[in-house]
């Protein structure tokens, strides 16, 4: 299916295609997986003149995105042009479904168009430079994120004030968590991204990349700038199972539409400059070079004795060894923590039925508590080992507690370690399908971690009592070896993931420090994968990264003299 501008520029149409000519067309650049990444670099090929494919595995999405959609909201949003992934309060009921909007791989992601931007909170936080600084290699530090950190900025409306009516709603948890740490223990209050830097003892409103009441995002912003292009395609529902190569070069995708399999074809001219570009997220990605025939040799000899490697990939002698693909795969390792009060009044979102009044608000004005996806207040701290070195952690306030909680005076405070922390895993494909998957490392194979991260929740448990404020699933008085335990075991509140997956395919490992994967001409990989374990919500940085991938990439293709 193809996606045109529309003449207003205001939505674009699904248009019915008989046949698929486009994919007998030869491209300068294919990019594959139209998440955040993938629309922000294909947007920028696009506009640097190279003639652009983009593929989406997944379907529409956002209400501009076309398509049924009445397949993809309640009742009371028929007679608008809003899906549910428009509306920022439904954003948790998409996990929930079966609308297609997720993966079918082995975790969460977003396959449709939009990707994680469709289906997350929409939590825009700008990194600190510390991240840049300490952990991203030479020609990636803060100083040089600089020009595409404001481009971004240019392009993508946030706000931590989302209701169209100027009016803060659900605050009682938001005012009971300022309360506990700023006014009980002393932290700072502070705009977040105004103060980016600061990651000690600080405390804010959440900041969403939203626009007029509505989820925003890339699909709403530089994929609009795409469509209006003549050199640039959206193809969705399009599977790719591999990278073509002939030898040591990148030469086009095998893709599959409607069943049946087929060569898309990269020009000539980008044998050795911009050519084929995966987007397809921390999971996917590093599974398609894999595929591919690139990668570990353990991974690639599974593939070859199963018969799942391409035709052309004989024996062991046609891989391309690659062990950083997949390697060093990030999440936030998550602890729910239900906190009561007798000031909190909770707030759980309807998909079916909204609060009459609340529906209203929406319907007629982008306002009320549907405009944001449930977070009221977030903060930060970092400890300082005794080596220099720093790890990072972040609270997020929700509206409503979970599980066993669920009164009218609970809500849910997820902590999350961050920046910092040792425990990594890896991407792996195991049988029978050879999916992507995380292996059983991604949490707390380091025991650092669960001892920082209790230490972190012992430290601001000292403040609840002055708030008023009881946690009920960890007693206020636990010890730190008593919070470490129960954050390390599996269960409903603890040891769980956030769906926060980076870092499989680090740059100078995986990719070298121009975002081409290692030993392979004319192929690239521009996502999360990229990223070094964050402080923050990944999105902000996925983006900043394509941002600062797109410049990569055009600034290569100009040095070596190539032409589109």
Not at 416 to 431: D, I, P, Q, R
Not at 492 to 504: D, K, P
Request: aromatic letters at 10%; charged letters at 15%; one cysteine or more.
């Amino acid at each position: 299916m193809r996606y045109s501008k529309s003449p207003l520029g205001a939505a674009f149409g699904l248009l019915g295609v008989v046949n698929a000519e486009w994919m007998d067309e030869k491209w300068d650049t294919i990019v594959v997986g139209a998440g955040p990444a993938g629309i922000i670099v294909s947007t920028r090929m696009a506009q640097a003149g190279l003639k652009t494919l983009l593929l989406e595995a997944g379907g529409p999405s956002y209400g501009i995105t076309g398509g049924d959609l009445d397949s993809r909201r309640p009742d009371w949003l028929k007679n608008t042009n809003l899906s549910r992934v428009d509306v920022p309060g439904l954003y948790k009921s998409i996990f929930a479904s079966g609308d297609g909007m997720t993966c079918s791989i082995n975790s969460y992601g977003g396959c449709t168009i939009g990707g994680s931007s469709a289906i997350n909170a929409g939590l825009f936080f700008e990194p600190p430079s510390s991240d840049y600084d300490l952990y991203f290699p030479a020609g990636w530090k803060s100083a040089d994120m600089k020009n595409a950190t404001q481009r971004l900025y240019a392009m993508q409306p946030s706000t931590n004030l989302t209701s169209m009516d100027g009016q803060r709603y659900l605050q009682s948890g938001y005012e009971a968590t300022r309360k506990w740490l700023v006014d009980g223990m002393g932290w700072k209050d502070v705009d977040l991204n105004a103060a980016a830097n600061d990651k000690t003892e600080v405390f804010g409103r959440p900041i969403y990349d939203y626009s007029n009441g509505q989820r925003g995002g890339p699909v709403t912003t530089y994929l609009q700038v795409a469509l209006g292009l003549p050199n640039f395609r959206l193809e969705s529902n399009v599977t790719v199972t591999r990278v073509e190569r002939t030898a040591d070069r990148a030469t086009g995708v095998i893709a599959t539409l409607n069943g049946q399999e087929k060569l898309i074809q990269l020009s000539a001219s980008t044998a050795n400059g911009v050519g084929v570009i995966l987007s397809g997220g921390a999971i996917s990605s590093p599974g398609l070079l894999m595929h591919s025939g690139i990668g570990p040799v353990a991974q690639l000899s599974a593939l070859h004795d199963a018969g799942k490697l391409a035709p052309g990939i004989q024996s062991a002698s046609d891989f391309i060894v690659n062990e950083d693909v997949g390697v060093g795969l990030f999440d936030n390792p998550n602890t729910f923590i239900e906190l009561t009060s007798p000031s909190i009044q909770s707030y759980t979102y309807s998909y079916d039925a909204p609060p009459a009044g609340d529906k209203d608000l929406y319907l007629s004005s982008r306002s009320g508590p549907y405009t944001f996806a449930s977070q009221t207040a977030v903060f930060w701290d970092t400890l300082t080992r005794a080596d220099g070195s720093q790890a990072v952690f972040q609270g997020t306030v929700d509206s409503a507690g979970f599980g066993e909680w669920m009164d009218n005076h609970t809500i849910t405070l997820n902590i999350y370690g961050t920046s910092g922390l040792k425990s990594t895993g890896s991407v792996v494909l195991s049988a029978p399908d050879f999916k992507a998957t995380p292996d059983g490392n991604v949490y707390y194979s380091s025991p650092t971690d669960g001892l920082e991260i209790a230490s972190f929740i012992h430290k601001i448990f000292q403040g609840l009592p002055g708030a008023g404020i009881t946690p009920l699933n960890i007693p206020q008085g636990s010890s730190v070896e008593e919070i470490r335990s129960y954050i390390t075991t599996a269960s409903r509140y603890a040891r769980g993931s956030v769906n926060h997956f980076s870092s499989s395919c680090r740059i100078g490992r995986c990719v070298d420090g121009g975002l081409r994967v290692k030993g392979v001409k004319g192929l690239w990989v521009v996502d999360g994968s990229l990223l070094e374990p964050l402080s923050v919500n990944p999105q902000f940085g996925v983006m900043v990264v394509a941002e600062k991938g797109s410049d990569t990439a055009v600034e290569q293709r100009d040095s070596l003299g190539l032409t589109f």
